[in-house]
């Protein structure tokens, strides 16, 4: 079945550690897009993608670094310059500028910083 | 401006009740579709109805359906015989046809159904 996989679920890390949340789709989307959730909040766009080696930043991308060297993948860094890490991250995908498709999500990772 | 706005930050509803949540959304494009997403506690993102900015019949997907009317630029789910399964967020959002690669949400909706 086609769909999209982040992993790991569950993520603990250090202050001060950069970390990597990994987001693969077998969809053949062009387009991937990463979101920031805090508890009880609305989806915030942190970066999205609309063709390999290409992305562009969303509402809230400081502290944070994304690649985009296949289709398939969109790896998202939460770096030590993200202030209040611990969120709820999801990535998604979409085909290419068709307003009639709908954004595909994957489970989430959550990660918590200490 | 918020492109899409719901100003219900929690609703209640009887069990097997019916109950609308709503959604208004702004935009200049002709072309654009709106989504309806619900996120039961665990998190993940359930896509359940779309409507077409060209649909003249409102979209119905099961015991959702979405009273869409363009000129108040409304888009409001309704969730019809309502279960104890229904209690989650549900977020409404919008897909331009002009920049159609960015997706607006709006803040979400609690929904929580009541035995």
């Known amino acids: 079945d086609g769909g999209i996989t982040q992993s790991p679920k569950y993520l603990f890390r250090k202050e001060g550690q950069n970390v990597t949340l990994s987001c693969e789709q077998n969809?053949?989307?062009?387009?991937m897009y990463w979101y920031r959730q805090d508890p009880g909040q609305g989806l915030r766009l942190i970066y999205y993608?609309?063709?390999?080696?290409?992305?562009q930043k969303g509402d809230i991308a400081e502290g944070y670094s994304v690649s985009r060297e296949k289709k398939e993948s969109f790896p998202l860094t939460v770096t030590s310059a993200q202030k209040n890490p611990t969120a709820f991250y999801l990535c998604?995908?979409?085909?290419?500028?068709?307003?009639?498709?709908?954004?595909?999500f994957g489970n989430g990772t959550r990660l918590t910083v200490t | 401006a918020q492109k899409i706005t719901q100003t219900q930050p929690g609703m209640f509803v009887q069990e097997k009740e019916a109950v609308t949540l709503d959604c208004t959304y702004d935009?200049?494009?002709?072309?654009?579709?709106l989504f309806w997403y619900k996120q039961p506690s665990s998190g993940e993102m359930i896509f359940l109805i779309y409507q077409g900015s060209y649909d003249e019949q409102n979209a119905t997907e099961g015991r959702y359906s979405l009273n869409f009317q363009k000129a108040r630029k409304s888009a409001n789910l309704v969730i019809s015989a309502s279960q104890l399964g229904d209690s989650a967020m549900y977020f409404c959002?919008?897909?331009?046809?002009?920049?159609?690669?960015?997706?607006?949400f709006g803040t979400g909706t609690s929904l929580t159904v009541i035995p």
């Open positions: 959002a919008m897909r331009e046809g002009n920049t159609g690669n960015q997706f607006y």
């Open positions: 993608s609309q063709i390999v080696n290409d992305f």
């Open positions: 998604a995908s979409a085909p290419l500028v068709s307003y009639n498709s709908p954004l595909h």
């Open positions: 935009t200049s494009d002709q072309s654009y579709g």
């Open positions: 969809l053949n989307h062009d387009a």
